[in-house]
């Protein structure tokens, strides 16, 4: 199995950005497709964008394309979600997940098998 670790969230005023980290340990980074999901107060968990294994496919949300970006560092085993021009509805808690042996990038969190512990993220008006 996989043990992820997200950093990097914080209180941020609109229009700021923040980058956010998930280091992987455990079985092999490469095999697992990662992604970014988030959950705010009294809403349903959602997601935000995942990256295929070699980082060359990648997919979002509506609401976040063209704001984040979504990366990985298969020698660092870290994803990154850099996230510009936050809007005070981006405020949730982020969580990075990973999706084993899956070459596809999938938006449902049921298809991913492990996570993190979330880390929060605030974006003020």
């Known amino acids: 199995q996989v043990q992820l670790v997200e950093s990097g969230g914080g209180l941020v005023q609109a229009g700021g950005s923040l980058r956010l980290s998930c280091a992987a340990s455990?079985?092999?980074?490469?095999?697992?497709?990662m992604g970014w999901f988030r959950q705010a107060p009294g809403k349903e968990r959602e997601f935000v964008a995942g990256?295929?294994?070699?980082?060359?496919?990648?997919d979002y949300a509506d609401s976040v394309k063209g704001r984040f970006t979504i990366s990985r560092d298969n020698a660092k085993n870290t994803v990154y979600l850099q996230m510009n021009s936050l809007k005070p509805e981006d405020t949730a808690v982020y969580y990075c997940?990973?999706?084993?042996?899956?070459?596809?990038?999938?938006?449902?969190?049921?298809?991913?098998?492990?996570w993190g512990q979330g880390t929060q993220v605030t974006v003020s008006s």
């Open positions: 997940a990973a999706d084993y042996w899956n070459p596809v990038v999938t938006t449902k969190s049921n298809d991913y098998e492990y």
């Open positions: 455990g079985r092999t980074f490469t095999r697992y497709t």
């Open positions: 990256i295929s294994w070699s980082g060359g496919a990648t």
